[in-house]
């Protein structure tokens, strides 16, 4: 059955992923730097700026936005509205680290197993080329998407316990949901997808890299366009955008098992 091997080929990248301490490394404490980084941020940009903020041009759009989408927010201080714009980029900002986490790992996964001529054995199995090429990129995109999980839950403990748990309930939102259960993990994937592309046609590391670092444009642009208010996602939005990420992760996929050359990769890498 396809899902099993699908699984095996789950089980055989995990164990090289957690056996290696750098990777391990990479993808437990990562994310949590980044969510002290991010709280860093905000809690200097709301006691340094503060009640200021809501004049500052750029962010007027979004606290508008923010307004109507909440009508509760208009009921706060202006640091308490600059807070909550703030806390709730939170789900964006840290679609940077799974991409992060692609561009080390994954991309070298295909890569690596050319070089050493493990790949050859491997496609010698009945394993059909999608299904090798979705349990690759699987493998990284599972334990990024739980980590980040996690890692929510941890960043609203922290901002609960900075005093701030008052907040939540105007940033955890339906998008906030959508945005953590749905969109996240179609981002997750697709990085994770390009990562094994730049992996199975690179001849050097760097060469694998390059693919994956593209999708980071798109992630920043996402938190540029919501903190200025320039595109506000509601529930339905977000919704289609999740929907249409799914859509390119299957064309993507679909791309991926046409570009691998799977007859041709044997002789070329002996």
């Known amino acids: ?23 391990t490394l990479l993808v437990t404490l990562l994310p949590v730097l980044v969510i ?8 200097l940009a709301v006691n340094f700026a503060g009640e200021s903020a809501i004049n500052i041009s750029i962010f007027q759009n979004a606290l508008a936005n923010l307004q109507r989408a909440t009508p509760e927010v208009a009921l706060l201080s202006g640091t308490e509205q600059f807070q909550v714009l703030l806390l709730s980029q939170y789900n964006f900002f840290m679609l940077v680290v799974p991409v992060m986490i ?3 790992v994954v991309t070298f996964s295909i890569l690596d197993e050319k070089l050493s001529g493990s790949l050859e ?4 199995t009945p394993v059909k080329t999608w299904e090798l090429l979705l349990g690759k990129a699987l493998a990284g995109a599972i334990p990024a998407l739980i980590v980040t999980w996690i890692c929510s839950g941890i960043f609203l403990g922290i901002v609960a316990a900075m005093g701030w748990g008052y907040l939540l309930d105007m940033v955890m939102t339906p998008v906030w949901f959508i945005s953590l259960f749905l969109f996240s993990p179609a981002v997750i994937i697709l990085s994770f997808l390009l990562g094994v592309i730049g992996s199975s046609r690179a001849k050097d590391a760097k060469g694998a890299q390059n693919l994956v670092v593209v999708i980071i444009l798109p992630v920043l ?3 540029v366009i919501q903190i200025t208010g320039i595109i506000w996602f509601t529930a339905v939005s977000a919704l289609i955008l999740a929907f249409v990420i799914v859509l390119v992760d299957y064309f993507v996929l679909r791309i991926a098992v046409r570009l691998f050359q799977r007859e041709s990769i044997v002789v070329r890498w002996r």
Not at 36 to 43: H, K, N, S, V
Not at 121 to 124: D, E, K, S
Request: proline share 0%; net charge positive.
């Open 1 to 23: 059955m396809g899902y099993r091997r699908i699984v095996n080929i789950l089980l055989k990248e995990w164990q090289f992923l957690f056996t290696d301490f750098g990777n």
């Open 36 to 43: 002290g980084q991010l709280i860093l941020y905000i809690w």
């Open 102 to 104: 692609s561009v080390s």
């Open 121 to 124: 054995a491997l496609l010698a």
């Open 221 to 223: 642009a996402l938190i």
